[in-house]
């Protein structure tokens, strides 16, 4: 069972370029939710996701983009990167708006 | 908005003492509140799930306790060990699946 998987781990940007980091679920879990994550700081939602074709804004929405097609699958897109984009970004997917909530390793992201 | 306050920022103790490390939100309106390991560069392990009508969970060394009246969760961490050294994070889950988290605990264990 792989759980919450997370790609790329890495990746380097220059501003202004766009990219795409994918998060697959193989739980069959309906909530899916992106965080990024600061140095010294704890994890801020981005965008959320209570099942297929159902998205909504977090904390900190601005330059990043989600669409839900699937169950399984909750991509998070970068418009336009900045480099106050860079940070490390966490997926997590859970059974109900109120279970518990599993997390993929995380993906690192420099934007220069 | 829910703000979550995790109370020490760090904290370094000796090998097999018994600590407390806090974690408070602002509204009392939640649903459950998850407590997370994370160990540098990596990502976060779940410790513990309290649910809002729940008091407290237990998993081995591990017992958190949940107070929603006072806003209040504290995680107690028995005979600590230098493997405990880690960051800790508490995350509220409130209305409509939006979660909060606090910054975390970073616990240090000394051998």
């Known amino acids: 069972n792989a759980g919450v998987t997370q790609t790329p781990k890495f990746q380097v940007l220059k501003t202004g370029q766009s990219m795409t980091l994918q998060c697959a679920q193989d739980?069959?879990?309906?909530?899916m939710s992106w965080y990024r994550q600061d140095p010294g700081m704890g994890l801020r939602l981005i965008h959320y996701?209570?099942?297929?074709?159902?998205?909504d804004q977090g904390e900190v929405p601005n330059g990043y983009n989600v669409s839900r097609s699937t169950t399984e699958d909750f991509p998070l897109r970068l418009l336009s990167a900045a480099p106050s984009q860079t940070s490390v970004y966490f997926c997590?997917?859970?059974?109900?708006?109120?279970?518990?909530?599993?997390f993929g390793e995380g993906s690192r992201l420099t934007v220069l | 908005k829910q703000e979550v306050t995790q109370i020490p920022a760090a904290l370094s103790v000796p090998e097999g003492e018994n600590l407390v490390l806090n974690c408070s939100f602002t509204?009392?309106?939640?649903?459950?509140l998850q407590w997370f390991r994370q160990d540098p560069g990596k990502g976060l392990t779940s410790l513990l799930l309290?649910?809002?009508?729940?008091r407290e969970q237990t998993s081995g060394r591990l017992n958190a306790s949940l107070d929603k009246s006072s806003g209040r969760s504290t995680l107690y961490i028995a005979a600590s060990q230098p493997g405990d050294s880690a960051t800790y994070l508490c995350?509220?889950?409130?209305?409509?699946?939006?979660?909060?988290f606090g910054d975390g605990t970073t616990l240090t264990v000394k051998p």
């Open positions: 997590a997917s859970s059974p109900s708006l109120t279970g518990e909530l599993f």
């Open positions: 739980m069959n879990h309906e909530y």
């Open positions: 996701s209570v099942g297929a074709g159902i998205t």
């Open positions: 509204d009392s309106a939640i649903y459950n």
């Open positions: 309290i649910q809002s009508s729940q």
């Open positions: 995350a509220v889950l409130g209305n409509a699946g939006k979660s909060t």
